[in-house]
């Protein structure tokens, strides 16, 4: 039988224990299992933010840009060396993923004029299907859309089926954002490029959650945001990954003056500057960029082994619970049964989980709804405790048990 004391247990036992006190927690009984979809804000970006406004913006004034100018590259070096597996100058914070998105796809079909094909899969993110369609229709070129299971998440095979002479460009999501399946980055980026292709990765749920074999796997390009797991706040700027060698070949399609060699020459026609830069655009949020230099900091002095680690026992842990106690009531796993191939987050299947979730919600414990019918729960292994993990689960079978959830309107809210 589970029991509470054995979720402490391992709440002692956890090499990441202290970095809960590193976030601002309002109210300690309220279960966050969202920290996916926006994390938690860190002590150490509130204090730097308060010193950002008060007194760079408020007293510096606009020669705050003499350091303000860096914080896109800093940035994406802490990434790149601290979170994903990449090197120095392959990463830059800046727009919106699905801005990136547009941009690192567009320089990648622009680079192979003769090949007129991106594939992608059914499961992937909807913002990532509209961009990808959306340049589709604009270039003249086939989007080809894998079938994908939608718990199982994106197979190699299916992937190297759709590759063919004509493909431009493969853009998956590496982590799932509904199961949590983690894509086998290193065998369909061989796969690619076995047929010359580029891939894109976006590292949404990846980044901070598992490792990122980007320079092991030979990945080409990747976006991803940082309001998940990187605790960079609502709305904070994401970031692109060029592999350095192709940065030279690389154009993007946006030529603004965040991109231009010697910026404040005011040259009249564009001349990108060498290197990562290249893919800036313009002139960025200075508040977020500070948030995900901080954010990203936190993550890279914890360790991305140590992260993935603690979200494989967390997940590991809420599948246990989830056999033993929602199973009987009606709930199925809707993630990969196996540690490794998941993310920091797993789904469960009920066909009244969106009742589920908004009781859950009362219950004070926080999770998402995914269609069509999942319950989403995301445990951020730097701020969730086991015992997190065992009182949001032991709520939602109290609940479920009951019944008391069919109360609850059936019909979607406008944001699950
Ligand atoms: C959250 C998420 C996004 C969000 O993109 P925005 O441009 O920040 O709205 C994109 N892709 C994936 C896979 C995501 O999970």
């Not at 499961?123 to 199982?152: H, W």
């Not at 320079?215 to 706040?233: E, S």
Request: with cysteine; glycine share 8%.
């Amino acid at each position: 039988m589970p029991s509470r004391d054995d979720a402490a247990t391992r709440d002692a036992g956890d090499v990441l224990r202290r970095f809960r006190r590193r976030f601002v927690i309002a109210d300690d009984d309220l279960i966050y299992l969202d920290g996916n979809s926006l994390g938690r804000l860190p002590r150490s970006t509130r204090a730097r933010l308060r010193k950002v406004i008060n007194e760079e913006w408020g007293g510096d004034l606009i020669r705050g840009w003499d350091g303000w100018i860096e914080l896109a590259r800093a940035a994406g070096d802490v990434l790149a060396t601290g979170v994903l597996d990449a090197r120095p100058g392959e990463v830059v914070v800046s727009d919106s993923t699905s801005v990136n998105l547009f941009k690192l796809a567009a320089a990648a079909l622009d680079a192979q004029p003769g090949r007129t094909v991106i594939v992608t899969d059914d499961d992937n993110f909807p913002t990532d299907l509209y961009v990808l369609a959306g340049l589709a229709s604009a270039r003249g070129c086939e989007l080809r859309v894998v079938k994908t299971d939608i718990d199982a998440g994106v197979s190699v095979d299916g992937v190297a089926a759709a590759l063919d002479h004509d493909t431009a460009l493969v853009s998956l999501s590496h982590v799932a954002y509904r199961s949590g399946a983690v894509a086998d980055m290193p065998a369909i980026t061989a796969a690619a490029h076995d047929s010359g292709a580029f891939v894109l990765w976006d590292l949404s749920h990846s980044a901070g959650s598992v490792p990122v074999p980007l320079r092991a796997a030979a990945a080409d390009l990747a976006v991803g945001c940082t309001y998940k797991h990187l605790n960079a706040g609502p709305g904070a700027p994401a970031f692109l990954y060029v592999r350095e060698d192709l940065q030279p070949r690389l154009r993007q399609p946006i030529w603004g003056w965040f991109g231009q060699r010697d910026q404040f020459e005011m040259a009249p026609s564009y001349d990108p500057v060498d290197g990562i830069e290249r893919f800036l655009v313009g002139t960025p949020s200075v508040l977020g960029l500070s948030a995900v230099l901080e954010g990203a900091r936190l993550t890279a002095e914890a360790g991305i082994g140590p992260v993935s680690a603690k979200a494989r026992a967390l997940t590991s842990y809420a599948v246990e619970l989830a056999d033993a106690w929602l199973a009987p009531l009606g709930f199925a796993l809707a993630s990969p049964r196996d540690p490794a191939r998941r993310g920091a987050h797993v789904s469960l299947h009920h066909p009244q989980a969106w009742q589920a979730c908004q009781a859950l919600k009362d219950a004070r414990v926080i999770p998402d709804f995914r269609t069509p019918d999942r319950l989403r729960l995301g445990f951020a292994p730097l701020y969730t405790r086991f015992v997190d993990v065992y009182d949001a689960l032991a709520r939602l079978r109290d609940i479920v048990a009951s019944g008391s959830h069919v109360a609850y309107p059936a019909g979607r809210s406008r944001v699950t």
